[in-house]
């Protein structure tokens, strides 16, 4: 029985002598190894379902390298790889695919701006798997401008594979037959805007889902879900950091009602302003929609509260009812993410709320060993 990957060695991080991968034939996944950073020499030989050698970018320096019949690798110039190449010339690389057969191809690979293009426009099909074979020597691509995929003819993205950063916009407008993503799920940054679908130029009428976006972590412009038919669901954007998006805009998805994805949760509590909600379907179609199922398991759990909040939303002082008078009441307020933002006394039945900032909160309260809770917006 031979591996396929190398699972259980994903905290390995030192080997005092030699690492020697040799005859492992359905061999195809290195990238358990992506914390292995001191190794003294570098042994890969014989391991024919290899095609890259992602997961060792992070190596350090090393002495000897030997690269050596693989016959599916092609794909060498990672960063540790080059830098021994630049430092020690020639090594014993050899018998394996056209990228990695020689020393010389792999500095070639490491010299070269393929994989790091400008901008790209995808229109066709055909272009998309051409890329596939042009991007087959790039462990990765980056690419320093934006990316579109716009066009009727576009229904499989899987040449899109080895992209892990966009230097600009990523846009996916005006297709007809695309219903998954998949082909971006090593795209983890995009440092302009996010946009699927659009008013003007159209949207995407089978796309079915987003978890071809599932390793994304970073947007730093603005992210829109716009006019896209069949979408129910976004999932896959779930890992995105709300912190630094400029803005939500999620309008004219017709049958979406699943929005309340840890990201746009967090977005609305911290900058309810900047996101825009419109003509989906029920429990997407507003933000206070959206809301309310973000906080769904508070709201269930207090189901029976005879607690009165009210005026809810807020601005600067709310009214608190339901509590036997004779008590002291305590309450604390606190994000959904469990920072508390004010405590404090309850006196008259009310509670100002200066320095509490617009935002979705969690109000507590408690009088004589009673906790009640509830949702409370400040705009």
Do not use: W
């Not at 229904?155 to 950063?165: E, F, K, Q, T």
């Not at 730093?220 to 879900?225: A, N």
């Amino acid at each position: 029985m031979s591996l396929e990957r190398l699972q259980g060695l994903e905290n390995l991080k030192y080997v005092r002598y030699a690492l020697r991968l040799f005859s492992n034939p359905l061999l195809n996944d290195l990238s358990a190894l992506e914390n292995l950073t001191d190794v003294e020499d570098l042994t890969i030989h014989d391991n024919i379902g290899l095609t890259n050698l992602r997961g060792l970018e992070n190596l350090g320096p090393f002495e000897n390298l030997y690269i050596k019949y693989n016959d599916s690798l092609s794909a060498c110039a990672i960063e540790s790889i080059c830098f021994h190449l630049y430092e020690n010339g020639s090594e014993n690389i050899d018998f394996n695919k056209y990228g990695c057969n020689n020393a010389e191809e792999i500095v070639e690979v490491c010299n070269s701006s393929t994989c790091t293009p400008q901008s790209i426009v995808l229109t066709e099909q055909e272009q998309i798997d051409s890329l596939l074979v042009e991007y087959s020597v790039c462990p990765e691509v980056n690419v320093m401008g934006s990316l579109e995929i716009s066009g009727a003819d576009i229904h499989n993205l899987s040449g899109l594979i080895n992209i892990i950063s966009i230097d600009g916009d990523l846009i996916i407008n005006n297709t007809s037959n695309l219903k998954n993503l998949d082909g971006l799920e090593n795209l983890e940054f995009i440092n302009g805007d996010l946009k699927i679908g659009e008013d003007v130029k159209g949207g995407n009428y089978s796309l079915e889902n987003l978890l071809g976006l599932k390793n994304l972590k970073e947007v730093h412009g603005k992210l829109s879900i716009v006019n896209n038919s069949k979408i129910t669901n976004l999932e896959g954007l779930n890992g995105l950091n709300a912190e630094l998006l400029e803005s939500i805009t999620i309008r004219k998805n017709p049958i979406l009602s699943n929005c309340h994805i840890e990201s746009v949760c967090h977005k609305l509590d911290i900058d309810i302003e900047s996101v825009v909600v419109e003509d989906n379907m029920t429990d997407c179609n507003s933000k206070d929609e959206i809301i309310s199922k973000c906080l769904i398991s508070i709201q269930e759990s207090d189901s029976n509260k005879q607690l009165i909040i009210f005026p809810n939303p807020t601005s600067d002082l709310i009214q608190v009812q339901g509590f036997a008078p004779h008590y002291p009441i305590k309450f604390m307020i606190h994000n959904i993410y469990g920072e508390v933002i004010k405590n404090g006394n309850i006196t008259n039945n009310s509670i100002k709320l200066e320095g509490v900032e617009k935002g979705v909160y969690i109000i507590i309260i408690e009088s004589n060993g009673t906790f009640m809770r509830d949702i409370l917006i400040v705009r």
